[in-house]
């Protein structure tokens, strides 16, 4: 209304700026980008929504928004072994400020061309504030979360916890000083998809995943998908410094059920462990997969131990 | 929250159950969808957001919902003349109501069947009700909207302004009989994607696209891309009867300026219009292109007619 961009100015002026990357036939623009898919593997894809309010506080910086947005999409391909391609972004806005989406187009287009990432398409659409991005990748040698066995070792790509510690500093209910600040919320707004750590492990691993909902349950979706079981030992498990602050119980807690690391979690058939362990990764052995249908059972020091959180739930 | 189905149980019961159909490899439940790309030709994709109390009432039937949220997405995909193969569904729900979620999800499905589109991943959030889809399709013969020339002659595919009259009765600002009310629904939420015309017109056409936001805004657009401008005579029209039944002017306003139709407006060079004619299209032939940049200008029984409205404003 009045002065304000409508959607075919936002397009033009703020993201078909977008450099127009590999297998980009047509971009921004049509009624349909045209692409051109490698000629051998197969295209992976993913979709995440981040909702005001819900995922975000609705007065966060929106550069950060946008890189936690493609970030965390990105973290699906790099789960898959996937090399990032093409994305789409749906933007809905209560309102078109010019400033919010410079900042926002910036963000975003920075992220994307960190990630080699080209924006293909979308919509702008007036509404409560969110973000839908689709990314779709290309993998010649996919890791997926059901392929994995009895006797498998379980790993963790690096520390967990951090985004959880950092959530009430990014909500803005917990003061701490600039530097911590600082540290929450880049944990938080900015995870790092974990492309080399995929790439290492792809002929390696038996499964895969990112951990976005919590370890516990997203091993737990690996223990289902494979249909198998897992006893892990929770002293083994790398907790990030942010998470360490905390006492030992909460930050435990945090790692085990907090979500939005996007570490991978992954398993390794017995035989190829010395394999693993040749590459020299930063990765850490936290258990192993058994049969039967138990779940996954956490240890520590020896004793069980049961979780006070078990994952995010959406609704 | 409660006894509410959680997000991997509203993905596991309500569209887990999606047939899995061409190129999928691996369909929803992990972190990617793995997909076979066709050997030769691009794939297209486009990405459309409907936003409730923006693009439909909150309290509407949600299968049509459904059905109007594929349909606008496919009928990108017919506009480019790309055969759909896959889409994903960002679905973004203030609580989740099992009945709501059985009905919005048997819609999609079975508009997914009709059009022969697999649904091969997603997401769903907690929030302001709105559904954002993104299809993938494939094309061996693109239909681009910038390859449009002088001389050119501009055709629309079938009646337009139905979808604009119908939108008070679907807002339930205007009462009427059954018989109109189930028309002014199938207008509104069941538009058409004109996959069999752009397959006839591929050949032949310059540039084409679909009606989305009015002839007159999506007309522009072909010129805006092709650097030409258009003349275009309104008693040539083919206008609705949802529309016919209001005072001439209006409808004309309705035909020309009111979105959401999704037939296609598309350009043939007039040394192919004979070939045109000969496949027998139930097409109407509006006007010219013609050279400089004036823009869409339109005439009515020889006299020039200002629209009263030029096409949706999405902000």
Redesign the interface.
């Given at each position: 209304?009045g002065t304000?961009?409508?959607?075919f100015e936002i397009i033009r002026d703020f993201f078909a700026s977008a450099p127009v990357g590999e297998g980009v036939?047509?971009g921004i623009?049509?009624?349909?980008?045209?692409?051109?898919?490698p000629?051998s593997g197969?295209?992976?894809?993913?979709?995440?929504?981040?909702?005001a309010?819900?995922?975000f506080p609705a007065d966060a910086d929106p550069a950060a928004i946008a890189a936690r947005a493609l970030r965390v999409n990105l973290?699906?391909?790099a789960?898959?072994n996937?090399r990032p391609l093409?994305f789409?972004?749906?933007l809905?806005?209560p309102?078109?400020d010019a400033v919010w989406l410079r900042k926002f187009a910036d963000g975003l287009l920075q992220t994307a061309a960190q990630f080699g990432v080209s924006l293909?398409?979308?919509?702008?659409?007036?509404?409560?504030l969110?973000i839908?991005i689709?990314v779709?990748?290309h993998?010649e040698s996919?890791l997926?979360?059901?392929r994995a066995g009895p006797g498998d070792h379980v790993y963790v790509s690096g520390p967990l916890g951090a985004a959880a510690a950092a959530l009430p500093v990014v909500l803005g209910e917990q003061r701490v000083n600039a530097d911590v600040q600082l540290q929450c919320e880049r944990a938080f707004y900015y995870p790092e998809p974990q492309f080399p750590v995929a790439a290492a492990i792809a002929e390696l691993a038996s499964a895969a995943?990112?951990i976005s909902d919590g370890l516990l349950a997203d091993l737990g979706h690996i223990c289902e998908?494979s249909g198998v079981s897992a006893d892990i030992h929770l002293e083994r498990l790398a907790v990030s410094p942010l998470a360490q602050t905390l006492a030992a119980e909460k930050a435990m807690a945090l790692a085990t059920g907090g979500g939005d690391d996007y570490q991978l979690c992954f398993t390794v058939p017995q035989q190829r462990v010395a394999d693993l362990d040749q590459l020299g990764l930063k990765v850490t052995a936290i258990g192993t997969l058994i049969e039967g249908s138990t779940g996954v059972r956490c240890w520590h020091n020896g004793n069980p131990w049961s979780p006070a959180v078990t994952g995010y739930?959406?609704?």
């Open positions: 209304m304000a961009p409508g959607e036939a047509l623009g049509d009624d349909c980008a045209l692409l051109q898919a000629a197969q295209l992976a894809t993913s979709m995440d929504t981040l909702v309010g819900r995922h973290s699906d391909l789960a898959m996937a093409w789409t972004l749906a809905t806005l309102d078109s293909v398409g979308g919509d702008t659409t007036a509404g409560p969110s839908t689709q779709i990748g993998t996919p997926r979360r059901d995943l990112d998908s739930q959406h609704f």
